[in-house]
Nanobody
Framework: QVQLVESGGGLVQAGGSLRLSCAAS????????VGWFRQAPGKERGLVAA????????YLADSVKGRFTISRDNAKNTVSLQMNSLKPEDTAVYYC????????????????WGQGTQVTVSS
């Protein structure tokens, strides 16, 4: 089992920035990918960004390209999501998830989940 804990959410004005962090613990093995998903009220949860174990492969949804950056520090078992130029439509609960198979964009393979952190962007 892998435990994931998100932090860094909050309330920010449009155009502002937030940095989300995901800390992993438990039975961590090398090779797993980590993704950030988000779910807004009344909408399905979707993959926003993901990164491979090595960091050499990343995924960013079209809606966040140029504004969000994902990175990881395997020595600290943390993955960060830097969110700049935030828009009201970025408002959602953001979840960190781990995929032990390592395939970055395959949403169904993310089987370990954190509790989520709320991000609210005011206009």
């Amino acid at each position: 089992q892998v435990q994931l804990v998100e932090s860094g959410g909050g309330l920010v004005q449009a155009g502002g920035s937030l940095r989300l962090s995901c800390a992993a613990s438990g039975q961590i093995v090398s090779g797993y990918a980590v993704g950030w998903f988000r779910q807004a009220p009344g909408k399905e949860r979707g993959l926003v960004a993901a990164i491979s174990w090595s960091g050499g492969s990343t995924y960013l949804a079209d809606s966040v390209k140029g504004r969000f950056t994902i990175s990881r520090d395997n020595a600290k078992n943390t993955v960060s999501l830097q969110m700049n130029s935030l828009k009201p439509e970025d408002t959602a609960v953001y979840y960190c998830a781990a995929n032990p198979r390592g395939s970055v964009p395959t949403q169904a393979l993310y089987i370990y989940w954190g509790q989520g952190t709320q991000v609210t962007v005011s206009s």
